[in-house]
């Protein structure tokens, strides 16, 4: 087992390297899954060579032993993710004739429970905006992302990625690349395109640009960090956060992600349609969207029992 690059401290074999670079240009994944395959296979090397074990031997029982091992360690979605990625890299070994089987072929999958998500209610929505005080550019950005986040249901990592080309104020539409760089243009309202307004202004990020660019690309970013160049979705990620502690949301209940959730469930709630709702989130499955009708049959619920006097057997006064 050759090794080859480094990363964070394992000698990672030839052969994951190399279904890496196929799995950038043969297939397409982004940067974020390619960093995600790396680490799922960094910990499976470690855990060969803590056996004694390499990617040209290793056997079907003995990757059991790793599943079941993982199971104790980890979530069942980290180890079903995990598996996944060991499950495609040792297909493509048998591909290529790195190895003449499949020892993953007849493995089991891990049942990942189906957790539903949380999403905030309408009044949680209002208190995060209302956090945002102030109308320097600073504030005129953030305002402006959770809007965007909160009336596109787009992700995070779409809403860094925009450029000034994406955003019309006039039709009030925004062009998104999604998962796979697929595009999908998703209206959004006024809020929205009054928070945008005001950050595009002469008021907003022109305040940010710097007198030259470092990255002639940030020059189209819709939005900028402090020192003049396109907001990291990370940087966003903690925006988000800070924002939601103002307004006493706990910590564990917001991200960019729950915004997304809050936009799809409150669409449902006011009667949109599945579909409708699948093409504003860039689903590729409706499956994926359904798990939303699920929180809106749940809430339905909820107010059924606190509402209906008979609910819980309550005697209807006569």
Not at 250 to 263: E, F, K, M, T, Y
Request: contains cysteine; hydrophobic residues 40%; charged residues 25%.
């Amino acid at each position: 087992m050759a090794p080859s690059a480094v990363d964070e401290g394992t000698l990672l074999p030839i052969e994951i390297e190399e279904f890496l670079s196929w799995m950038a240009t043969e297939r397409g994944r982004s940067a974020n899954t390619l960093a995600a395959y790396r680490r799922d296979l960094v910990g499976y090397v470690s855990w060969l060579r803590s056996a004694h074990l390499d990617v040209h031997a290793v056997t079907t029982p003995e990757l059991e032993r790793f599943i079941g091992e993982r199971r104790t360690q980890s979530a069942p979605a980290s180890v079903a993710r995990q598996l996944a990625a060991i499950r495609m890299f040792h297909r493509f070994c048998a591909e290529e004739g790195v190895r003449a089987d499949d020892p993953t072929s007849v493995l089991d999958g891990v049942a990942v429970p189906a957790g539903l998500p949380k999403p905030l209610s309408e009044g949680q929505v209002v208190q995060l905006l209302d956090a945002v005080l102030g109308s320097d550019p600073v504030a005129r950005r953030d305002r402006a992302i959770i809007e965007l986040l909160y009336a596109t249901g787009a992700r995070i990592s779409e809403v860094c990625g925009l450029n000034l080309g994406d955003v019309d104020l006039t039709h009030r539409m925004v062009r998104l690349y999604g998962k796979g760089a697929k595009e999908r243009l998703v209206p959004f309202g006024r809020a929205a395109a009054g928070a945008l307004a005001d950050w595009l202004g002469p008021d907003g990020r022109p305040h940010l640009q710097p007198d030259r660019w470092a990255r002639r690309a940030d020059s189209e970013a819709v939005f900028l960090n402090q020192r003049g160049a396109r907001l990291a979705r990370q940087v966003a990620w903690a925006m988000v956060k800070r924002y939601g502690e103002r307004a006493g949301i706990p910590a564990g209940d917001l991200s960019p992600h729950v915004l997304r959730h809050s936009c799809a469930t409150h669409l449902l709630d006011h009667g949109a349609d599945l579909r409708v709702v699948q093409e504003l989130l860039g689903h590729a499955s409706v499956s994926t969207t359904q798990v939303y009708t699920k929180v809106s049959q749940e809430r339905l619920l909820q107010v059924y029992r606190d509402a209906h006097p008979r609910a819980h057997g309550r005697r209807v006064r006569t």
